[in-house]
């Protein structure tokens, strides 16, 4: 796995520029990460990245969107709103976290 | 010496359902298990059938057969709804008001086409210029709209995964090509396809391949397309980031969902799933109750062949768990798909928990050699044959010869 740093610290990134191992992040590298795909962090970003990270700590995989609005009571609307585009990608990523399997 | 005599009960008799109270008929003695199946209805759809009935390439009386004829002797079939499984009681409680009582659960109770969760989805035009065939009625209706169908852009769409058979959009695409050309039609249309996905199917290689055959076929791809409406009267789907695309007729695969039941038992996640461990497919939270087939959450496709690889390595565990032996068998997450990619050929896809779809050769008893991830008659005639293989040796639970374990035997590892 390639070695990269952000935000000061030396990270493993898959090709694709995805943490590998979501031990390494911090709040700072999210604050990095987001702005490396042009979004500031607000708190309604930071609740979602909470949920994200506490939800891989008891699920062992990335939470869906769907589960993301389910759990956290927020409309899809609005996380298209918050992470432009490619919302449950564009989360796992700014939380450190590996892109959504959700789809076999 | 008496023993205690212990109920199993199974919801759904599709697929994984009927599959194992025959094949647990046979392994449990009478004098021991009484073995008690439910579903809502008496009818046993061959569900593969519906992607072809839409074109006409299999009669609607070839897919639907009774259930209780496939039921084994020894096995009592309740008809009726269930309203909630009690994993505190170990009670299933009918919506009529019966009760059944049981020592072990197998909900193996699928999951469903819910055209309900997508505003403007449902209304006026459902089943018509907004077709699907993820059910035998919506098949049957969209034969009619495509025998009328005169060309324009018709847009088979994917609501969100995971959904059932995921590849059967694609075929349907494909199907679709076909069905255009042989009508004259296809210079007059254009076919598109829409998914949530960021490219034509789920795993990679497999996604670069059927990606190639959509382009060769001149099939538009549109990705990443969640889906917020349909507008009915405009004729158009749109996405949560406000894109549209036009049809004159709609394909759509709706959100798939679990059944209601598990919702209301408190068992299942946001889309009504039973957590189970994936290689036993018991439930990670009560051990009384197992999952098979496409009602749980393991971590791969919702298909047929999966309950079927699924329920034999079930079967053994079940037989040993019923002795008060440790299980000693572990499902690899097997799948294994023919992908109709049209013009009478077929591809097959054959992957696991850890293995991507591999190129190669696949050894099919009976049939021969199949040949993976790449176009052939043979995969066709074996698509084909799998409907009497369905009826006549899976649902009664007679061997195969296939192995649930995949097989790397004839296989390239994909680059």
Redesign the interface.
């Known amino acids: 796995m390639p070695t990269t740093t952000i935000a000061g610290q030396a990270v493993e990134v898959n090709d694709e520029g995805f943490l590998t191992r979501p031990d390494q992040w911090s709040d700072d590298l999210g604050t990095e990460l987001a702005r490396l795909i042009g979004i500031e962090l607000t708190a309604d970003h930071w609740k979602l990245v909470r949920f994200l990270r506490d939800d891989f700590a008891h699920q062992g995989e990335t939470a869906t969107l769907r589960r993301v609005s389910t759990q956290t009571g927020t409309p899809i609307k609005s996380l298209f709103d918050l992470f432009p585009g490619k919302p449950a990608k564009k989360m796992a990523y700014v939380a450190g976290l590996p892109k959504p399997k959700g789809c076999v | 010496m008496t023993t205690t005599m212990r109920t199993l009960v199974v919801l759904g008799a599709g697929t994984a359902g009927t599959m194992v109270v025959n094949k647990l008929r046979h392994r449990l003695p009478t004098s021991e298990w009484r073995i008690t199946v439910v579903d809502k209805d008496d009818l046993h759809d061959y569900q593969p059938g519906y992607l072809f009935l839409p074109f006409g390439l299999i009669e609607p009386e070839q897919v639907r057969r009774t259930r209780h004829g496939l039921i084994t002797e020894g096995v009592e079939l309740v008809l009726g709804d269930v309203d909630r499984v009690d994993q505190q009681a170990r009670e299933v409680s009918l919506l009529d008001g019966r009760t059944l009582v049981y020592d072990e659960l197998v909900i193996a109770s699928g999951t469903s086409p819910r055209p309900d969760q997508t505003p403007g989805m449902l209304g006026a035009e459902w089943h018509r210029s907004v077709g699907e065939f993820y059910t035998y009625d919506g098949a049957l209706a969209l034969r009619e709209s495509l025998a009328g169908f005169s060309g324009g852009r018709l847009v088979v769409h994917v609501t ?3 959904i059932k058979c ?1 590849v059967a959009p694609l075929e349907f695409a494909f199907l679709a090509d076909d069905f255009l050309r042989r009508r004259g039609l296809r210079d007059r249309s254009e076919i598109v396809y829409v998914t949530p ?2 490219g034509a199917f ?2 990679p290689v497999a996604s670069r391949e059927l990606g190639h055959l959509l382009a060769d076929k001149g099939i538009t791809l549109e990705t ?1 397309f ?1 889906v ?1 409406h349909v507008d009915q009267e405009r004729r158009v789907i749109v996405s ?2 406000e894109r549209e695309v036009a049809y004159d007729q709609l394909v759509t695969i709706p959100l798939n969902m679990g059944a209601d039941f598990v919702a209301r038992s408190g068992l299942g ?3 009504n799933y039973v957590p189970v461990d994936k290689h036993t497919m018991r439930s990670t939270e009560h051990p009384a109750i197992w999952v098979l087939g496409d009602a749980s959450t393991i ?3 919702k298909a047929g062949s999966v309950a079927h690889f699924s329920v034999e390595v079930f079967v053994d565990n079940f037989v040993e768990h019923a002795r008060g032996q440790a299980m000693t068998h572990s499902f690899d997450g097997h799948a294994n798909c023919f992908v109709e990619s049209g013009g009478g050929k077929a591809m097959l896809l054959d992957f696991n928990y850890d293995t991507e779809p591999l190129t190669g050769t696949f050894p099919l008893p009976h049939l021969g050699p199949m040949t993976l991830l790449k176009e052939s008659r043979a995969n066709h005639v074996g698509k084909l044959a799998f409907r009497h293989i369905y009826w006549n040796l899976l649902l009664p639970g007679r061997p195969l010869g296939l192995p649930a374990q995949m097989s790397m035997a004839g296989k390239v590892p994909a680059a």
């Open positions: 969100e995964m995971p995921p996905l960021d789920t795993k990443d969640m917020e949560y980031d996640d946001e889309l971590p791969t496709s």
